[in-house]
Nanobody, 123 residues
Framework: QVQLVESGGGLVQPGGSLRLSCAASGSIFSINAMGWYRQAPGKQRESVATITSGGSTNYADSVKGRFTISRDNANYTVYLQMDSLKPEDTAVYHC?????????????????WGQGTLVTVSS
C-alpha cells in the first residue's frame, strides 16, 4: 500500500506565495513521474506541473514563470512552490505519482493520488 500526504495549502492574498508538499510512503520500488493537478469549483481537473525521474519539468501555460515543481527522490517527496498567486489559482491541489510498488514478492504498477489540499487566493 502507498499513501500520499499533502500539506501546505491555505489562504493567501493575491501576489503571495505558498509551498505545497506531498510525501509518499509504503512499499515503493520506484517513482517515475510526479505531478500536481488542480480542480477549481465547477471545473475539470487540470495538470499544473509535472516532473520526471530525470528532473524534466512541464508546466501549464497559466503558471509558467510563477510556479516551480521539484522533487526529493530519497524521500519520495514532490514540492510545488507557488509565487505571485492570483485569485484564479484558487483550487484543490492534488499530487500524483506513478511508478512501481511491491505487493508481496511482485512488482505492480503504482498510480496514486493525494487527498487534495485547498489553496484559496483572496484579499
Amino acid at each position: 500500500q502507498v499513501q500520499l500526504v499533502e500539506s501546505g495549502g491555505g489562504l493567501v492574498q493575491p501576489g503571495g506565495s505558498l509551498r505545497l508538499s506531498c510525501a509518499a510512503s509504503g512499499s515503493i520500488f520506484s517513482i517515475n513521474a510526479m505531478g500536481w493537478y488542480r480542480q477549481a469549483p465547477g471545473k475539470q481537473r487540470e495538470s499544473v506541473a509535472t516532473i520526471t525521474s530525470g528532473g524534466s519539468t512541464n508546466y501549464a501555460d497559466s503558471v509558467k514563470g510563477r510556479f516551480t515543481i521539484s522533487r526529493d527522490n530519497a524521500n519520495y517527496t514532490v514540492y510545488l512552490q507557488m509565487d505571485s498567486l492570483k485569485p484564479e489559482d484558487t483550487a484543490v491541489y492534488h499530487c500524483h505519482i506513478d511508478g512501481r510498488v511491491w505487493y508481496g514478492n511482485f512488482l505492480h504498477t503504482l498510480d496514486a493520488w493525494g487527498q487534495g489540499t485547498l489553496v484559496t487566493v483572496s484579499s
